[in-house]
Nanobody
Framework: QVHLEESGGGSVQTGGSLKLSCIIS????????VGWFRQALGKEREGVAR????????SYVNPVRGRFTVSRDNSKNTVYLQMNSLKPDDTAMYYC???????????????WGQGTQVTASS
């Protein structure tokens, strides 16, 4: 049974940083392509960043490029999202998901975590 669990969310002031973690278990073959998504209150879920199975390629949406960094440690079955220079517009529930195919779209997400709340306030 595939299970994803996010952690690391919290409340910060504008300009602050947070690092999210996503632990993946039960997926075969191991180390899938993973995407980070977010959903703000009253808005649709949107992609944020994606990392390939070996971590050799990443992609980001324009609003977070240069501020967010996605990485992974396959020895720990964990994918990370380092978020710097947070803005109020980044406030949302953040989710990780297994992507198949490896393209950052909601329709490609096969398995989801339960989410972790990120709040950035001015």
């Amino acid at each position: 049974q595939v299970h994803l669990e996010e952690s690391g969310g919290g409340s910060v002031q504008t300009g602050g940083s947070l690092k999210l973690s996503c632990i993946i278990s039960g997926y075969t073959p191991s180390n899938p392509c993973v995407g980070w998504f977010r959903q703000a209150l009253g808005k649709e879920r949107e992609g944020v960043a994606r990392i390939t199975s070996r971590g050799d390629a990443t992609s980001y949406v324009n609003p977070v490029r240069g501020r967010f960094t996605v990485s992974r440690d396959n020895s720990k079955n964990t994918v990370y999202l380092q978020m710097n220079s947070l803005k109020p517009d980044d406030t949302a529930m953040y989710y990780c998901a297994v992507l198949q195919p490896c393209s950052l779209q909601v329709k490609n997400a096969n398995y989801w975590g339960q989410g972790t709340q990120v709040t950035a306030s001015s």
